[in-house]
């Protein structure tokens, strides 16, 4: 195998992160912003930037460099990437303040709409000689009132146990570790998978530069995402972390809370259990 086929490189991740984000733009649609609101939340940004330059006496060879980055961020259709990792976690905080029900997180840059429906105990489709500890994962989707939502959409996409996704690393069949679980008459789910591995930022590509060049990390904790949708419900979008993996106090996109992390205990066979429950609001 070649270095290039192998690893998850900017040229093949964060390139695909950005047509699946343009693909999302049409499917969530663009509100039109009030000029005051545009004035307001840019002049912020900006004298941020601004008070940065004058707090650290920015070059102008400093300067240069940056706008060169920016414009390779571009290049590499890494905006996505960045803004998931280093923006998104806050914009969620914002908006989590103002939610009930279980704990959401970032979504990141790797979802993808329109993927298998699945039966409420289901196998995750998988290539056969797939790696990784098979794991379980059920519970059950409730409203905040604890009733049970039969028929809610447990949508969910990890990595595979090289910490890659199918769709944005070569030769990872489509839909691999992907799919839409429906639950059953009692609002349950039962999903069968295998261990994602920690995920690492393509450190060939300017985000990866960035990490390099200010001495951080590029990694984030293996995890799973999930989104949970419930006809008159708000839809959680959320990642569910492992105790005791690598990076859990130190992820790179700041996107870990206590409450999303499990414990999954061994099934006697070689693999791991765990149950989690989701509880919506309703809209
Ligand atoms: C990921 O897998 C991810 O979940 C986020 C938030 C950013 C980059 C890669
Ligand atoms: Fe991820």
Redesign the pocket.
Known sequence: MSITESSPTAAGSGASASDAFRASQERRGVAGTPPERVATVVSAVLKGVHDAIKEHDVTYPEFQAAKGWLMEVGDGGEWP?FM??FV?HVVEEVVAKKQQGTKGT?????YLPDQVKLGSTCKLPRRDDEKGTPLVLSGQVRDVDGTPLPGAEVDIWH?DSDGY?SGFAPDIPDGNLRGVVVTDDEGRFEINTVEAAP?Q?PTDGPTGKLIEAAGWHPW?PA?L?IMVRADGHRTITT?LYFAGGDWLDSDV?E?TKPELVLDPKDDGQGGKREEYDFELEPV
Do not use: F, K, M, N
């Open positions: 990437l998931d990792v998104e970032i979504e990141g840059p790797y990595a996704y995920y930022i984030r995890h995402h990642q996109a996107a």
